[in-house]
């Protein structure tokens, strides 16, 4: 099992950035696609975004799509989440995941993911 620790969230007003990181261990690190979610007070837990193991591929949530970027670094075993023109409905708990080996189709849903971090929060004031 590849164990992830998520790092980065706070307070940030609306219209700033933050910038999350998640490192992995326990695995082979790029083996894994990778994917952030993230779950709003009351709110089920959405699919932000992922990446490919070699990073050459992203796809992002429409919600966030042209405002946050996610890249990895598999010397480093980390994935990170940068979130640029933060509003208030994109605070919530941000969780890093890593997808199931042997996947058939692109990881966006949970049940495509089989590992998880613990989350960390991030709030956008208005």
């Known amino acids: 099992q590849i164990q992830l620790v998520e790092s980065g969230g706070g307070l940030v007003q609306a219209g700033g950035s933050l910038r999350l990181s998640c490192a992995a261990s326990?695995?082979?690190?790029?083996?894994?696609?990778m994917g952030w979610f993230r779950q709003a007070p009351g709110k089920e837990r959405e699919f932000v975004g992922g990446i490919s193991e070699s990073g050459g591929i992203t796809y992002y949530a429409d919600s966030v799509k042209g405002r946050f970027t996610i890249s990895r670094d598999n010397a480093k075993s980390t994935v990170y989440l940068q979130m640029n023109s933060l509003k208030p409905e994109d605070t919530a708990v941000y969780y890093c995941?890593?997808?199931?080996?042997?996947?058939?189709?692109?990881?966006?849903?949970?049940?495509?993911?089989?590992?998880w971090g613990q989350g960390t929060q991030v709030t956008v004031s208005s």
């Open positions: 326990g695995r082979t690190f790029s083996n894994y696609a």
């Open positions: 995941a890593a997808a199931r080996l042997y996947y058939t189709r692109t990881p966006t849903t949970e049940a495509d993911f089989g590992s």
